[in-house]
């Protein structure tokens, strides 16, 4: 995944349907379930001991220095390129900002921490690794921003199936890359929260919520997006909700904050007939 903000120019990484196949696997390994892949629509449980002896660490919107990977070696821990693989990801702290990365989107979901990096300084002065509850990353600008708290979001995941979980997740073409990440990276940050990620309505099985996430110029194109808004009663959102129900590890469609970002929905008389299932995903 990319280290920069979301970058609404980014082009797509090669072979993002190979990078999600994969994803599973990861997220499994690093919940300490080798070789065991997580079946689809189901997102990682940590483990309950709060205190990893080992950290597997990922940095994200902060570039660590050398004195800051000479501290990590003192106090054992390894660092991970992937999130996927990570148990600790430091991101901000020493003045930098909460950045709503790729990589945090789907840290959230599956790290069991988000720290400020003075865990890592408080960690090398101690000669141990100390518990992440304590460091838990706190900017009250971004938490305002986006509407979460960090230790809020980060308890949901660790106690439920996933953000996503049940969910079918369609991002039409055009989308990813435009005005969201690239598909890889968007890919495994529906992967992550326990999503299922589909390429038309017609693919959401029976009890599953279809999702679908896009932009007004995408939905006013995609002719089987318009027949599942017109046709089926579903509703289209912006994809900002999608990141935001990731980082608040929460999604109510239903409250006032969801509503503000629909893009596109049937008449209410068009959803009753169709029974509001919007194209096979029950609502839930």
């Excluded at 079946?39 to 990922?58: F, K, L, S, W, Y």
Aim: glycine content about 12%; hydrophobic content about 40%; overall charge negative.
């Amino acid at each position: 995944l990319a280290d920069d903000e979301v970058d609404p120019h980014a082009a797509p990484p090669a072979s993002p349907a190979g990078a999600a196949r994969g994803a599973a696997t990861l997220v499994a390994a690093a919940r300490g379930m080798p070789g065991r892949a997580l079946r689809h629509g189901t997102a990682p449980q940590r483990e309950a001991d709060p205190v990893d002896a080992n950290p597997r660490v990922i940095f994200t919107g902060v570039k660590p220095s050398k004195s800051d990977l000479r501290e990590l070696e003192r106090i054992g821990a390894v660092q991970v390129a992937s999130p996927l693989e990570a148990t600790h990801m430091v991101a901000g702290g020493d003045g930098v900002p909460l950045k709503r990365t790729p990589k945090l989107l789907v840290g959230v979901s599956c790290c069991r921490y988000i720290l400020d990096i003075e865990w890592l300084h408080a960690s090398a002065r101690a000669g141990r690794a100390l518990p992440g509850a304590d460091h838990v990353l706190r900017d009250a600008d971004a938490e305002a921003k986006w509407g979460f708290r960090m230790p809020d979001a980060l308890e949901r995941a660790r106690r439920g199936p996933g953000v996503l979980d049940g969910c079918a997740v369609l991002v039409p073409a055009g989308v990813c890359g435009v005005s969201a990440p690239g598909e890889r990276e968007t890919r495994e940050i529906v992967a992550a929260a326990g999503g299922r990620w589909v390429t038309s309505p017609s693919d959401a099985y029976d009890g599953e919520r279809l999702l679908v996430f896009a932009s007004p110029e995408v939905t006013r194109k995609s002719k089987a997006v318009r027949a599942w808004v017109d046709q089926d009663g579903g509703t289209v959102y912006a994809f900002e909700l999608l990141m935001l129900a990731v980082l608040r590890q929460e999604l109510r469609l239903e409250d006032a904050s969801a509503r503000a970002h629909v893009i596109a929905e049937a008449p209410a008389e068009a959803e009753a007939e169709a029974g509001g299932g919007g194209g096979g995903g029950a609502p839930r």
